[in-house]
């Protein structure tokens, strides 16, 4: 028996997040106990098997509570370091299990404790430069088993000294993904786009890494090219000053073909069975699960050469872009609307199933049981 103390940041629907939900929801009791730490209250907590306790940082616990957690911290009591350390009491766990370099910051707790530490890392480098402590995620590589979520990952952890980080991609289960017809079509007339429209679409947070900046770009070349299509962008709104410049550059270039959802929860699906084709833009994208969902509802994906896509796309399934230059995404995007790039829908499904939770748990359960 294998006890288990997870870390996570947000309890919400990010990709790494999922990853994780998704082991949890496979654990074999007989051999696994887990307790489940998540700095922010998410979505997700509510979905933990009822075996699975589920706590949060002391500052999250109203009014009253935050206050006294305050006090504590300033009479040098650190209120979220003794919550955390009255977890490791309570439950005793093998392993502190730490998810995503956002919780970075564990780690020397851990190492001070003389606790063994189990890290898996969702980030490539770009992210490291941004969001990390450097002496945090020293230590955090430090850790029994280093498991990363692509082959990039894994390079980039060995460039940072670790001798054999474990590959792990996330998995998603694709049964429950249902989609109405009539509410695609409903969709498509509320949208205002043409029944003989081509349509692409994109999905992620609108900030400068998954790649907004592309967006007029290729707008203006199929406009210039004459193709009569329509772009769908999936996903929450900032108040970034690149999101504001991205709106002001579409409107001044007269693109009202480019369409932006806003966040989506019911009709996620039926946005992205509602497209053609998917475009992955990001600079960089350490795996991108949105491509396992579009490749399984069968569109053909176009991606700059990003870093995880290459763990995804096979033959068939559409096109990595090398060059980063917007001309050559451009061609590839005509000479998919043309069909000269091949696709099979069944090549595509059987990708994506590939990526089921309990075949990729089997691989996470077989790395666990190499550890004492």
Same mark, same amino acid.
């Given at each position: ?29 007989? %051999?696994?106990? =887990?307790?489940?730490? +998540? /700095?922010?209250?998410?979505? #997700?907590? $509510? ?88 002496? %945090?995620?020293? =230590?955090?590589?430090? +850790? /029994?088993?280093?498991?990363? #979520?692509? $082959? ?221």
């Amino acid at each position: 028996m294998k006890k288990l103390l997870f870390f996570t940041p947000y309890g919400g629907r990010t990709g790494s997040e999922m990853l994780l939900w998704n082991i949890i929801q496979h654990l074999d009791p007989a %051999h696994y106990q =887990a307790v489940m730490y +998540a /700095d922010r209250n998410g979505s #997700l907590r $509510n979905e933990l098997p009822a075996t699975v306790p589920f706590y949060t940082s002391p500052y999250n616990e109203g009014f009253v509570r935050r206050k006294v957690s305050q006090i504590m911290t300033a009479a040098g009591r650190p209120a979220y370091e003794q919550r955390i350390l009255a977890l490791h009491s309570k439950y005793k766990p093998d392993y502190w299990y730490i998810n995503t370099t956002a919780m970075a910051h564990i780690a020397p707790l851990a190492q001070r404790i003389g606790v063994r530490t189990i890290a898996h890392v969702s980030e490539m480098p770009y992210l490291l430069l941004e969001t990390v402590n450097r002496d %945090h995620l020293k =230590a955090m590589l430090r +850790a /029994d088993l280093v498991i990363g #979520l692509a $082959n990039v990952s894994c390079d980039a952890l060995r460039i940072m000294g670790v001798n054999d980080p474990k590959l792990l991609p996330p998995s998603i289960d694709l049964s429950k993904i249902s989609v109405n017809p009539n509410r695609v079509a409903a969709l498509r007339t509320k949208l205002g786009i043409p029944a003989d429209a081509f349509v692409w679409g994109s999905s992620g947070s609108l900030i400068y890494r998954k790649g907004i900046d592309y967006l007029p770009k290729l707008a203006r070349r199929m406009k210039e090219a004459g193709r009569d299509c329509y772009f769908v962008w999936m996903g929450g709104e900032t108040q970034n000053a690149d999101e504001y410049y991205l709106r002001c550059e579409l409107a001044h270039g007269g693109h009202t073909n480019v369409l932006f959802t806003g966040a989506l929860s019911d009709t996620y699906y039926e946005h992205m069975a509602l497209i053609d084709a998917f475009l992955m833009l990001s600079h960089e994208e350490t795996f991108g699960m949105v491509n396992i969902e579009a490749a399984y509802l069968g569109k053909p994906i176009l991606a700059f050469n990003s870093g995880g896509i290459n763990d995804i796309l096979v033959d068939g399934m559409g096109q990595i872009v090398d060059s980063w230059n917007v001309d050559d995404y451009a061609a590839a995007m005509i000479a998919l609307m043309d069909g000269t790039i091949p696709f099979s829908v069944d090549i595509a499904r059987q990708r994506a199933l590939e990526f089921a939770p309990d075949t990729l748990y089997k691989q996470w359960d077989s790395y666990m049981n190499e550890l004492p």
